[in-house]
């Protein structure tokens, strides 16, 4: 498989398209802008969090279909997670799309594991990592946007 | 005259290098330029054979090293047809030029209520400089529109100088739409009130013929890294009565006539503005690229690129869901684009597959990019190396975007 078949698999195209859960929240109480200035990326994520449990996650934003896909993916994967929970899957995608790791990333990430063709792109890892850095702040109550740069 | 390309591509070493595994085609001239092997051999030789301190040695090796630095300043005076060679500053590039202009008359002159005049296509870096002048001196940075088109609104620029307005600082030719700005009539302009202009030269240097005073313009800022020079360097050219007012840049060695812990006395222009050892490899190998410039001619440069901006713009209008940004009337060989449905990052790792190089994202020009609502664009841009043959692999190229996206 070429580095760029890896890259944009079908799933990635798809979500990159058809981003799931793509749309604002009223009723969520983690809500913050994240922002990759270096490329554009844009987008706003809209957590709902009740005793440590995330019941749901949408966003709202324009970017590339890697950004797009990974947020869109990652909305599905979070929802229902512990915070805990969530902040340990965070820390298995970064290193899937960040190091030459050779971990079962489809066994531990399952549907995730589709962007670890990114891993040969370090430009765009900031762009499959946006939404992910973005949840984190959030999660922690932060009102500042979180910047890539 | 039509370029000798054959011969000019086997002049820059790079071109024969390969770009994820293809052929390299390298359409980010206005990023960087690439280099000819005698600008490579001119910085080897400088440190193979006549490394020394410029300006205060007595040995034999360091004249030859102050000779070979001081030939390159009345090589850039000719280039650029200045007066004098002492209004040619050498600079670490663009970006240090301008900053040293709103340093040394913006914030040592500008009072509250001043006005500095940019325009909306200007690089940040024509940007930024000036919002710290302000900050610091009260004065207020007023922005001159464009049309859709991407040019400047000439009526609305003329009506917005005035009694306030304290400098003109507008970019020559616009890297992220390829515009050359109408800069005779802005300079007309500006002087039938005293107000100065600051062109900023970075994408027009490599690209046509540029004779100062002709131009009248008062600074002239470029880059050597995008005309063919090493990086790190770069020229202020600004008249002397300007820079014989300023103040001092940067204290420091070789900028200073006498110092003495009461009392410094400064050095004549240009040397007051050059503090501490300057680029002196990187001022040679500039030397290096003006003489091929020159070898090759200015003019047979524009009309090469021309051409191939033309057949690129027209290749370029025949894909489907493509739109150019920036269709002025005058242009460098820049053609910046979106294509519907597919974000620029996208397009860009597409196109670097297939070994074609271009720039995407925002160019250093967001306030440019909200002014067209677009987040980001591709941009090809052409330099003296480049062939149609490259604009057709770039062609085919965008096909195989839409093979991975889909069409619209």
Partial sequence: ?149 | MPLNIEKIRADIPILKEENAGKPLVYLDSANTTQKPQSVIQATHDYYTRYNANVHRSVYQLAEKATLLYENARDKVKDFIHAKNRNEIVFVKGTTEGINLVAHCLGRATFQPGDEILISQMEHHSNIVPWQIVCQQTGAVLKVVPITDEGELDMVAYASMLNDKTRLVSIIHASNALGTINPVEEIIQLAHAKNIPVLLDGAQSIAHTSIDVQALDCDFFIFSSHKMYGPTGVGVLYGKSQYLESFPPYQGGGDMIKQVSFEKTTYADLPYRFEAGTQNIAGVVGLGAALDYLNDIGMENIHHHEQALLHYATERFRQVEGLRIIGTAKHKVAVISFVMEGVHPHDIGTILDSCGVAVRVGHHCAMPLMERFKLPATVRASFGLYNIQAEVDILIASLAKVRDWFGHV
């Avoid at chain 1, 983690?30 to 844009?42: A, H, K, M, Y």
């Avoid at chain 1, 990974?70 to 997670?81: D, F, H, P, V």
Wanted: charged fraction near 20%.
């Fill in chain 1, 1 to 149: 498989m070429s580095d760029l078949t890896e890259l944009y698999q079908a799933l990635i195209i798809d979500h990159g398209r058809h981003p799931r859960n793509f749309c604002v929240s009223d009723h969520a109480n983690c809500v913050l802008e994240g922002f990759n200035p270096l490329c554009g990326d844009r987008l706003t994520l809209y957590v709902t969090e009740k005793n440590n449990v995330i019941e749901g996650i949408t966003f709202k934003g324009e970017g590339c279909a890697i950004s797009m896909a990974s947020a869109s993916m990652m909305t599905e994967a979070l929802s229902g997670k512990t915070v805990a929970e969530a902040q340990e899957i965070f820390k298995l995608f970064h290193e899937m799309v960040t190091e030459d790791s050779d971990k079962d990333f489809e066994a531990l990430l399952g549907k995730l594991s589709a962007l670890s063709g990114v891993t040969k792109y370090p430009a765009r890892v900031k762009c499959a990592t946006l939404s992910w850095h973005t949840l984190v702040a959030a999660l922690a109550h932060s009102d500042k946007p979180v910047s890539t740069e």
